[in-house]
């Protein structure tokens, strides 16, 4: 092999063409379609580069000052970069950045505090949950005992007084707090005093809105929660990751969980990567995109409900939110489809009490973190409205909705993404 590919880490010798034409057409895809998925972003060129950087070729199992392999030195000052940035950013004084994912996160977290067949409380699935609270074919729902609480049916907001009374019948050992797709503020306070009302652990889970508190347009968990698990690569925007907060005293149980307990080597360059998404969430300017994302996501709400959409709750807190289609005759399988054949992409997804099952759905999840990390505003919000109602009240018009398809490329076109 010529040496040249060997030591260039940039992409200036192509050996794969295959591989750099798909790669190509995903950028393409992701400047060309409107991204409304609540759990993406468009994460910085820099956060990309150290992702793709020689980062990627070291073991570093173990933690800093304390690894299994020899060369760690520079590792550790990244993973401690990292790390301190990480508390800075969360005001914690522990955190341990090496999970994977967000369900590396979480497994770590369970497996430091429970034994098989310890209970949980969770919130449903149905109602916002997320799979690894609890779902049966998840390793939680396979290893403990869940129950689950619920969204109150008329409100469609969590009854913490309905949380307290289960929590009461069930005496679980761990209570979860944190959803995949609810869009109101949740009361970490409210689930402490439950939590310690029946000698519960708590978890807060913030995969989603991690990124809104970070910019301080959700409150906290940190301080309140025994633990509080996230992702990276959500609202926070940087790279694809899992990350755990507690106070220090948990700092060797956590630790041991993640390595040797559920995980081998740490991602070196994805913690670097998430030490340069730190550093961005602490600059100033991260605090107005958090803002912005709130409000984009309050407009685009507020046009949708003009148009008769049923929002669930009624409307939203914070970078989401779940229409009900059921008034509108069309599953949300059926939207999700016929909207991403115009470009529009965002995903079914059930709504309380669903009468569909988890394939099919009532509902849409819409987000607004990549929109406005691509700079759009208000008005483009009225724009996205327009062109969603449009598309689904047409939705057998096939010229119709090729005319959207171009409107979509021409919007997205004036918030053009890694362009430069
Ligand atoms: C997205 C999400 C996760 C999972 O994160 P992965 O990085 O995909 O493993 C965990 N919990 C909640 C509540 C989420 O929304």
């Keep these: 092999m010529d ?68 060369g760690c030195a520079i590792v550790d000052e990244i993973e401690e970069l990292a790390i301190n940035r ?21 497994t770590a977290v369970f497996l430091s505090i429970l034994n098989c067949g310890d209970k949980i409380l969770s919130m449903n699935l149905r109602d916002g949950g997320h799979l690894s609270h609890g779902h049966k074919q998840n390793l939680t729902g396979r290893y403990f005992d869940i129950s689950t609480y619920s969204v109150d049916p008329e409100t469609e907001v969590i009854d913490y007084e309905n949380v307290r009374k289960l929590a009461k019948i069930s005496k679980p050992k761990l209570i979860i707090a944190g959803a995949s797709s609810y869009s109101r503020i949740i009361d970490y306070k409210k689930f402490r005093e439950i939590a310690d009302e029946v000698g519960a652990f708590l978890m807060a889970d913030i995969a989603h809105v ?3 508190i970070a910019g301080g347009v959700h409150p906290t968990s940190v301080g309140i929660a025994d633990f509080t698990t996230a992702t ?17 005293k948990y700092s060797g149980i956590i630790n041991k969980s993640v390595f040797p307990g559920s995980q081998g080597g740490p991602l070196m360059h994805v913690i670097a990567a998430k030490a340069v998404c730190f550093k961005e969430a602490l600059d100033p300017s991260f605090k107005e995109y958090a803002k912005k994302i709130v409000d984009n996501s309050k407009a ?13 709750s009624g409307g939203t807190d914070n970078h989401l939110f779940l229409v009900d289609l059921t008034n509108k005759g069309i599953t949300g ?25 988890p394939n099919i759905t009532s509902g849409i999840r819409i ?9 759009m505003g208000i008005e483009e919000m009225q724009k996205i409205a327009d062109m969603i109602d449009y598309v689904i009240m047409h939705r057998n018009n096939t010229s119709a909705i090729a005319e959207v398809k171009n409107k979509v490329k021409d919007l997205v076109s004036q918030f053009p993404v890694y362009s430069n």
């Excluded at 060997?6 to 393409?28: A, F, P, W, Y």
């Excluded at 969360?90 to 999970?99: G, I, T």
């Excluded at 399988?333 to 099952?357: F, H, M, R, T």
């Excluded at 987000?367 to 700079?375: H, K, L, N, R, S």
């Design 3 to 70: 040496k040249k590919n060997l030591i260039n880490h940039t992409i200036s010798n192509v050996v794969d063409e295959e591989m750099q034409t798909l790669i190509k057409k995903e950028l393409d895809r992701q400047r060309s379609q409107l991204i409304l998925i609540a759990s993406e972003n468009f994460t910085s060129q820099e956060v990309i580069k150290t992702m793709g950087s020689v980062m990627t070729n070291k073991y570093a199992e173990g933690y800093p000052g304390d690894r299994y392999y020899e």
């Design 86 to 106: 990480c508390n800075k950013l969360f005001n914690s004084n522990y955190c341990n950045v090496q999970p994977h994912s967000g369900v590396q996160a979480n």
């Design 210 to 212: 991690a990124g809104l």
């Design 232 to 248: 990276t690569h959500k609202t926070l925007r940087g790279p694809r990751g899992g990350l755990i907060i507690s106070d220090k």
């Design 300 to 312: 685009l709400c507020n046009f949708m409900k003009e148009k008769g959409y049923r929002i669930v």
């Design 333 to 357: 399988y059926e939207a999700a489809e016929v909207l991403a054949s115009a470009g529009i992409i965002l995903n079914k997804n059930v709504i309380p009490y669903d009468q569909l099952n």
């Design 367 to 375: 987000g607004t973190p990549a929109v406005t990390t691509q700079g």
